[in-house]
Antibody, heavy 119, light 106 residues
Framework: QVQLQESGPGLVKPSQTLSLTCTVSGDSIDNGDFYWSWIRQPPRKGLEWIGYIYKSGSTYYNPSLKSRITFSVDTSKNQFSLKLSSVTAADTAVYYC???????????WGQGTLVTVSS | IQLTQSPSSLSASVGDRVTITCRASQGIGTYLAWYQQRPGKAPKVLIYAASTLQSGVPSRFSGSGSGTDFTLTISSLQPEDFATYFCQQLNSYPRTFGQGTKLEIK
């Protein structure tokens, strides 16, 4: 059973950088043809797809956030990470890491972690 | 690609048959998934490829459609089905979600 777990600070100050890591267990990031993704959900709102990173390190970022996002992957630790710079209150959300089976579905999700942007 | 779900909210009773629709702003073939989200939980996939039931999901859930118009049907509502439902297109990037349909108990 594949499991994903987000970790990182729950509070970030405005203008600073939000950093989250997703640890994958139950399978290797190197196995299969999966796209390791980040999705966020502001309080009481809908889902916003942030982007993905592939095991090779290739990425796709949502154009709405592209100038502020950086993804990375560490296959030796079976982890992938998100950095979002210059955050504002609008970036307050529950952040999910997830696995996409290409063009089929997001079949595994982390439990989500709430990140609040506030001074 | 914009996805528009209707209705945004729905009140129904246990045993009812309900249908939620998702319309795409352009054709996406059958690259559509449906998710259920309970409060405080991560979404869970119900249907992928527009009509394929995810393993372990009860058969009262079904999906149909292709191109721009899709539906999720719950044939006989159970108490655990009261939740929010989202569609997602996986045809192109960036991936996008519908705004959600909140299913409430009447």
């Amino acid at each position: 059973q594949v499991q994903l777990q987000e970790s990182g600070p729950g509070l970030v100050k405005p203008s600073q950088t939000l950093s989250l890591t997703c640890t994958v267990s139950g399978d290797s990031i190197d196995n299969g043809d999966f796209y390791w993704s980040w999705i966020r959900q502001p309080p009481r709102k809908g889902l916003e797809w942030i982007g993905y990173i592939y095991k090779s390190g290739s990425t796709y970022y949502n154009p709405s956030l592209k100038s502020r996002i950086t993804f990375s992957v560490d296959t030796s630790k079976n982890q992938f990470s998100l950095k979002l710079s210059s955050v504002t209150a609008a970036d307050t959300a529950v952040y999910y890491c997830a696995r996409e089976s290409f063009r089929e579905t997001i079949d595994y999700w982390g439990q989500g972690t709430l990140v609040t942007v506030s001074s | 690609i914009q996805l528009t779900q209707s209705p945004s909210s729905l009140s129904a009773s246990v045993g009812d048959r309900v249908t939620i629709t998702c319309r795409a702003s352009q054709g996406i073939g059958t690259y559509l998934a449906w998710y259920q989200q309970r409060p405080g939980k991560a979404p869970k996939v119900l249907i992928y490829a527009a009509s394929t039931l995810q393993s372990g999901v009860p058969s009262r859930f079904s999906g149909s459609g292709s191109g721009t118009d899709f539906t999720l049907t719950i044939s006989s509502l159970q108490p655990e089905d009261f939740a929010t439902y989202f569609c997602q297109q996986l045809n192109s990037y960036p991936r996008t979600f519908g705004q959600g349909t909140k299913l409430e108990i009447k």
